[in-house]
């Protein structure tokens, strides 16, 4: 390993249930994701040095830092959109960039609807693009509306929805895609305050009812510790792994009972701390 990304490695967390700092060995093949002294650099400037952790199928990681800090870099390469420069990374059993991009699914911060498709033709791109005809994709679509909120708004254009709703279809058409792993990059980001508190609980009771292994990228770490199962906090460039936190507090309730806990209010404070 290059010894300007080796000299900065992360030090060793306590692993959490979901997630953990060692796991099995790099050649065994994991459902789920691991990460093994993952280094990126551009030119002169490394992003990312020594990032390891492990997530468990079908379980949520948030990952939190500081602007600059490689969080959408390492989702990036978890992603297959690149390749890091060191470590090795597997995702559901997948090494390749092209076989993890074939894994994996991403919703941008900005919802990307085409403007001349309904809000019932945005998601179904995926299933089209695999062959299937726009009818029985828009068939096998629709039940969705009615679970996320969208019914009778199935056939209203992008620019006649809320910015709420659109976030909804664009996580639909993520979800449409078919893919066990979805990566969140600050979804809800481009969202006024009100209208994002009321996304984040719907979106934990979405991810409730429809089991994918998650990694969300935010700046906000209550977002990140309401939504995730275990958080990773990350340190200012180059970017590592600095806390694991195990969010353990009751998850019953309204999002106001839940972030007012004594428990979630001691977890955001200890993500603070760790980001400085």
Known sequence: MPAELSSERAPQARPAPSVSAAGPSAAEPTRGIRLVGIGKRFGNVVALNGIDFEIQRHSRIGIVGPS????????????????????????????????RLAR??????????????????NPIIALENRGMPRPAARAQTRPYFERFGLAKFENVRPAQLSGGMRQRVSFLRTLMAEKDVLLLDEPFGAL????????QEWLLRALGEVPRTVLLVTHDVEEALLLSKTVAVMSPRPGRVVRMLETN????????????????????EQALEAIG
């Not at 507090?249 to 955001?268: A, H, M, N, Y």
């Open 192 to 199: 006024d305050s009100i209208t994002r508190s009321q996304m």
């Open 68 to 99: 600059g800090g490689g969080k959408s870099t390492l989702l990036h390469i978890v992603a297959g959109l690149m390749e890091p420069d060191v470590g090795q990374i597997d995702v559901e059993g997948s090494t390749k960039a092209k076989d």
């Open 104 to 121: 994996c699914a991403m919703m941008p911060q900005r919802d990307l609807l085409l403007p001349w498709r309904t809000a019932l033709d």
């Open 249 to 268: 507090f009751p998850t019953t309730g309204s999002r106001r009972e839940i972030v007012t806990s004594r428990e979630f209010v001691d977890l955001k």
